[in-house]
């Protein structure tokens, strides 16, 4: 059993940075895959990026590519997402998730947090 607890979500202008956290509970967070996913209103959930357990691989949709940087520390049982040169579009519901193998696949992720909101402002 794995719990994700989000945080660092907020209000920033476009052009701003952010930086989400994703704490875990358990013993077994590095032997998961973690996700970073986001839900604006009215849309489906999407795939924002992906680490592998090892830190070595990581996966990020187009949208973010260049802008966004997922990392994660074992030993602190946390993942991060460094978020620069938002956009308004980039606001929405944002969800870190535990996968047993790395995926852009929502439905491949076992584990959910219960997300943090980002709001850019144009």
């Known amino acids: 059993q794995v719990q994700l607890v989000e945080s660092g979500g907020g209000l920033v202008q476009a052009g701003g940075s952010l930086r989400l956290s994703c704490a875990a509970s358990?013993?077994?967070?590095?032997?998961?895959?973690m996700g970073w996913f986001r839900q604006a209103p009215g849309k489906e959930r999407e795939f924002v990026t992906a680490?592998?357990?090892?830190?070595?691989?990581?996966y990020y949709a187009d949208s973010v590519k260049g802008r966004f940087t997922i990392s994660r520390d074992n030993a602190k049982n946390t993942v991060y997402l460094q978020m620069n040169s938002l956009k308004p579009e980039d606001t929405a519901v944002y969800y870190c998730?535990?996968?047993?193998?790395?995926?852009?696949?929502?439905?491949?992720?076992?584990?959910w947090g219960q997300g943090t909101q980002v709001t850019v402002s144009s």
């Open positions: 358990g013993r077994t967070f590095s032997s998961y895959a």
């Open positions: 680490i592998s357990w090892s830190g070595s691989s990581t």
């Open positions: 998730a535990a996968a047993l193998e790395t995926s852009m696949w929502a439905n491949r992720y076992d584990y």
